[in-house]
């Protein structure tokens, strides 16, 4: 039997997982919808899905280990458990973290006006350098998630015991050093996004410079562009530095006996990244905004309506 504070960690990630996929699943289901009716897809419905997928893929994969760690103690302190796992979560966390980056990028071709010869020549085969980095990284994806399969990560056990010998103290170590080591790749998608940002910045202070010229009293369609891309960048930025400063102390937490709440509480703030940024993405993008809004009003009608037939 679960004990109070693992029922109470279930109860949450449930939550999480739920809103997540909900979320995303909407994300998934909107473009498809539009997919279907105007039989064609846009680059930027394509990351959007691709993204929103590996996402509900990503939540999936927390809230398994999450439900065995509580429920199936055994199996999760097994090597073979905590392999596969570690082997889906680098798959889908890495897509994830490089969809986002491939979102940014996009940003940036579509809406910086930087005249550098090399960024013209980006900006005018952006359908193809968006794809290819999107095949690229989902690539680099699947082979970090296959080099966890070697079996010297299956010598990793989690124990709550206090008299661990030297050699699960080493191989403890050795496991938490390797993780960290192959998930430092999630870093240049980063960097990616830092310099998205950066040109940005440097875009709009060169467009603000011209239109004082103009002084038109209200902002114009670039400059909106340019600013609504500049918040999504920087929350994504916010996010994933504390994404990942949790799984550092998750990943710490297991070479210390009783590291088991740290697990549970890193787990419930790492859900909040997936599942929290999938709104933002809806809110940020006109064409989900306006099926997010007109679900809102029919949800809204529908409970007027119930309260209205209920004497």
Known sequence: MPSAME?????????????????????VLVNCTDWLKKRGISLIDIILVSLAVSRICLLSVMFSDGFVMVFYPDSYINGDVMGILDSLWTLTNHS???????????????????????FLWLKLKINKVVLG???????????????????SWYDFKVSNKDNVT??????KISH???????????????ILCLISFLLLLFS?????????????????????AHLRAIKAVIIFLVLFIMYYAVFLVVTASFLIPHGKLAVMFGGLITLIFPTSHSFILIMG?????EAFLKLLRIVKCFHKRRRHLVP
Request: with cysteine; glycine share 4%; net charge positive.
């Open 96 to 118: 994830s973290v490089w969809f986002t980056s491939c979102l940014s990028i996009f940003y940036l071709l579509k809406i910086a006006s930087i005249s550098h010869p090399f």
């Open 7 to 27: 029922t109470i960690y279930i109860i949450f990630i449930t939550g999480e997982l739920t809103v997540g996929i909900w979320g995303n699943g909407f994300i």
């Open 133 to 151: 980095i999107l095949l690229v990284s989902f690539l680099m994806s699947l082979i970090i998630s296959i080099s966890l399969n070697d079996e």
């Open 204 to 224: 709009l202070f060169r467009h603000t410079k011209q239109m004082k010229l103009y002084a038109t009293g209200s902002r114009d369609p670039s400059t909106e």
């Open 166 to 171: 030297w050699e699960d103290k080493m191989s």
């Open 285 to 289: 993008n006109s064409k989900l905004r």
């Open 176 to 190: 938490a050093f390797k993780q960290i080591i192959l998930n430092l790749a999630a870093f240049i998608p980063f």
